[in-house]
């Protein structure tokens, strides 16, 4: 029931990942073909840019939700491979235990610049 | 069967073959080399997202702090890099969608007796494959006009 529930879940975030990332690359790393669409535009890695994003509430929630879909998939995906390739309950379920603290160490650190960031 | 036996033919077909079977190419479809692709460029999106989260950290540092290391990114190594991380996303986002339509049942075809060859994989399996292949091409040349457009 659990891993039909992580599997149901690890598809829900391929798709919030989908969503949310291409709309992050196409602003953030495709700048050039993002303006030809969207009209000239002040780059988005300058300074000024970061700040008014780092104090917007949506895209605050919009990182957050990223990382943890992100990172969620990501150590999903991990998991699998590693229990794939390795023999024997119990290094399969250290894979678990890893994979969790892992994602959680990450998401607690992107949660904390993001959040620390709007405050500044 | 000795008990020996029972032990080889085990090793033989526990079908753990682990990283290895990753490079194992031979007779292996198309189907084949995008699992191993989808596994590849994964491991890649998720090793490149830990370092993006400590590098984007730095704008707690400050603007100076921020701008020396955008100076960095702008080199042309760094943009032929992140040329490279568009293009896991382009691939593993595109083949992530064939997948998960396969997975739900929607790019089967009908329940059909397993006689070779097998006509769910030849008339839906593969021509979905070839059109996500295609999508991801066009993908990828958008990003290089994109680069080359600066």
Same mark, same amino acid.
């Given at each position: 029931m659990r891993s039909m529930l992580f599997w149901f879940l690890n598809i829900v975030a391929a798709l919030v990942i989908l969503v949310l990332l291409g709309l992050h690359l196409a602003e953030m790393h495709l700048s050039a073909l993002w303006q030809y669409f969207t009209g000239a535009g002040p780059n988005p890695l300058d300074w000024e840019q970061v700040v008014a994003r780092g104090n917007s509430t949506t895209m605050l929630a919009s990182y957050i939700l990223l990382l943890g879909a992100a990172l969620f998939h990501g150590f999903y995906g991990v998991h699998n491979i590693l229990v794939e390739a390795l023999d024997g309950a119990k290094a399969q379920r250290a894979v678990g235990v890893l994979c969790w603290v892992a994602g959680l160490a990450l998401f607690l650190v992107g949660t904390f610049v993001t959040v620390a960031f709007n405050g500044a | 069967m000795t008990a020996d036996d029972r032990k080889v033919a085990t090793a033989k077909h526990d079908g753990r073959r682990g990283f290895f079977a990753w490079l194992a190419g031979g007779r292996r479809g198309l189907e084949g080399y995008l699992y191993v692709l989808h596994r590849v460029s994964g491991l890649a999106l998720l090793g490149f997202l830990v370092l993006h989260v400590f590098v984007t950290s730095a704008r707690l540092l400050g603007e100076e702090t921020w701008r020396s290391l955008m100076a960095v990114t702008h080199s042309p190594l760094m943009m032929a890099l992140e040329y490279l991380v568009y293009a896991a996303f382009a691939f593993h986002a595109i083949n992530g969608i064939r997948l998960i339509l396969i997975e739900l049942g929607f790019a089967v075809g009908r329940p059909d007796d +397993?006689? #070779? +060859? #097998?006509e769910g994989s030849l008339h839906k399996q593969r021509p979905l494959a070839l059109v996500a292949m295609v999508i991801t091409g066009v993908l990828l040349l958008l990003g290089g006009f994109d680069l080359l457009h600066r």
């Open positions: - | +397993p006689v #070779y +060859p #097998y």
